[in-house]
């Protein structure tokens, strides 16, 4: 199974450290953001990796090169202007193939292991990977109820970042044109087509300078949310 991260972002709301670096390659307990992903991807078997960028994107392509180094084949997706969600990954459609792919946000810190998600997704056109609602958004996103993901019922949780999907979702959009993630997958929730867990273990939407800090120094400390740092795969 081919993964794609998604590393198009702006991010607004971190300047100015995102003046002069992308969101991506801020750095945190010591290596850019992008690259704790590359690397637990690999140790998962996701070897063939497309990512997409657009805000000062080159530095992306000169900080990770062709993947060699951390034992994947990375290929890049530019864009002039940054795409949205299900945009970006209409665009790569062509990368990606025929079969499900695995889909990371860039700006996320995450101890999910990789390796225990789904390679095939049957009946289904999505799986995502929720989490308990952060503080920064109480109110969640989606609700899980037998494995089936719903934008109804009640307790909602907070989609991760983390999902899995079929590239036929993806299909109607024009490569090249804006679009958003969310219409497209309550539109397979209605049919009941989107699976899901719910992640028990570390999350952290790394959206500000101040979670960003936190998120470093307890990586620097040796602890994460509790969690020592022995434990948290590279």
Known sequence: ???????AGRGERMRPLTDVTPKPLLEAGGKPLIVWHIERLARAGYTELVINHAHLGGQIEAALGDG?????????????????TAG???NVLPLL??????????DIFCDHDFAGLPRE???????????????HH?????????????GEGEPKLTFSGIGIY???MFSAIPRGSKAKLAPLLREQMVTGRVG??????????VGTPQRLATLDKSLRSGTLGGMPHSEIRP
């Open 121 to 135: 997704l049957s009946a289904l056109s999505a799986y995502l990977v929720l989490v308990d609602n952060p503080d």
């Open 166 to 168: 079929r590239p036929e």
């Open 138 to 150: 109480p109110g969640g996103d989606f609700s899980l109820k037998d494995g089936r993901v719903s």
């Open 68 to 84: 060699r180094r951390f034992g994947v084949s990375i290929r890049y997706s530019p864009e002039a202007e940054a795409l949205e």
């Open 88 to 90: 970006g990954i209409a």
């Open 97 to 106: 193939g025929p079969a499900p792919f695995l889909v990371v946000n860039g």
């Open 1 to 7: 199974m081919k993964a794609m991260i998604l590393a």
């Open 196 to 205: 899901g867990e719910c992640h028990a273990g570390f999350w952290l939407d």
